[in-house]
């Protein structure tokens, strides 16, 4: 029998894996999911014709190997008359141009985005820029499509810009007094910064100062996470928000206060190859969602003479010596069964894998293991007639994302997924939203009934002005367990642990929960490639595995 890879999970870095082992190797894969659910988080939900995105889910990376491998499964639309109409798109630094369908190039210009979504100095971001070719796909519906970016700050029942941008609108929703101790403050911890950045508290204090970081940033955050910013490490913000300051916000609203037009530019645009590439951005998007692409790969997969074992938990894993030999599944019917492989690749919490080893686990990683703490998550979809806050011309206002920073709602974040996707959506005369909720599985409103959390839900919107209650027409609830692994509990102590999992020779930890690392997709994805890459090539560092994101160049999905 030739080798076999036992793939625990079917989120993006599992079937990553098990396609690139596929292309790469004569390794077969065996992937088992716990779920009846291709996609992890990345997944797409249906609800009676409507499609709901977990957390949002932008496809860009700065890997072009990432970008590649996407769009060789799923092409950029192309233009009506079938030429290629290519347009750039970009995201923190990057640019790529892709062929993209006619008729987006109808929609306005793209335009410099806020200055504190730049990554380090403005001055110092390179244009990368790197030609895509569109390749025939395989139908109409499986294709990308390419997306303009718009997120915003809901506080004090007005809209920011998302990242915070110096101008008249911030100046104006603020007022002046607020701004007058922003400013104070921000130059004051430029003048007397805090030594050691110990905790998020700090790290965001140096970076924006103690006003600042108090209007946007502590109890957004705090809602995010349900601990204190001074509880939570400093290695967070380093991977989230690297490079973040109101240095190169300045630069840049000074610059743009006295640039004037661009030559050659219509009044009002901005002219792409003058600009930031982090200040632009346009990003690709599965035409019905996220899910839409990984239930493509995992079609690929069994084609191509892989297995997908749906709804098998893995509790127990074997081992001899310093090698994995076996893992042990149970299904929803109390059925079991024992599988033997030669490589095994866990993208499971950190916690379950230490909790199903037979194995004696030393007390101080169990220790480690027990501590680890997630954060788990409640998307409720809501089909309205309309929403109260509109466009200047009375629209459905264009944002994909927009952060509730409100304090007097439990709301975190609000999705507009007509905006992410018009086929996301059955009916486009209506509005279809998903409220999302950070809470843990011990918190009442993850016990809350459904019934009672929709209506919930619509009553916070209701209140802080979002939409009335009466325009709600149907609702849908979605309960996602250990979506963020915090930075916090033991996880000052997590080199033990991952001294630990790394001395199993033919073990490999890879995605977002497998690592215990706030990763983006693409970031999981990479784990899973560096993986394959290293058994086809006769090794794996797994050192290199843990430097992936390292480089903490991503902050888009949380503050």
Known sequence: MGKRAIIIGAGPAGLTAALEFLRKTDVTPVVLEASGEIGGISRTIRYKGNRMDIGGHRFFSKSDRVMQWWMELMPPSIGEDGAPTGVEISYQGKQRSVVVPAHLEEEPPLRGLGPLQAEGDADEVVDVAAVVVATEPENDDLVMLVRPRKSRIYYLRKFFDYPIKLTGNT????????????????VMSRVSPIKEEKSLEDFLINRFGRELYLTFFKS????????????????WGAQRIK???????????????FAGTPKGAATGDVAQKGTDTSLIERFLYPKFGPGQLWEHVAEKVVAMGGEIQMGWKVDGIEVEG?????????????????????YFLSTMPMRELVQALKVDVPANVREVSDGLQYRDFITVGVLANKLDVVEPDGGLIKDTWIYIQEPDVLLGRLQIFNNWSPYMVSDPTKVWIGLEYFCYETDPLWAMPDEDLKAFAAKELEKIGILKTAEVLDAHVVRVPKTYPAYFGTYNRFSELREFTDSFENLFLVG????????????????????????????????SLWEINTEQEYHEEKK
């Open 171 to 186: 100046v104006t929703n603020l007022g002046p007094v607020r701004m007058a101790k922003i400013g104070y403050s921000y």
């Open 512 to 543: 977002r929960n497998g690592m215990h690392k706030y990763n983006n997709q693409d970031h999981s994805m990479l784990t899973a490639m560096a993986v394959v890459d290293g058994i086809a090539a006769g090794g794996v560092d797994k050192s």
């Open 220 to 235: 957004y955050t705090e809602k995010v996470w349900g601990t204190p910013c001074d509880q939570i490490s400093a290695e």
């Open 243 to 257: 490079g973040l300051s109101l240095t190169t916000a300045l630069k840049h609203f000074v610059k743009k206060a």
């Open 322 to 342: 310093k090698k994995v030999v076996a893992v042990s599944a149970v299904n929803s019917l109390g059925e079991r069964k024992r599988i033997e492989g030669d």
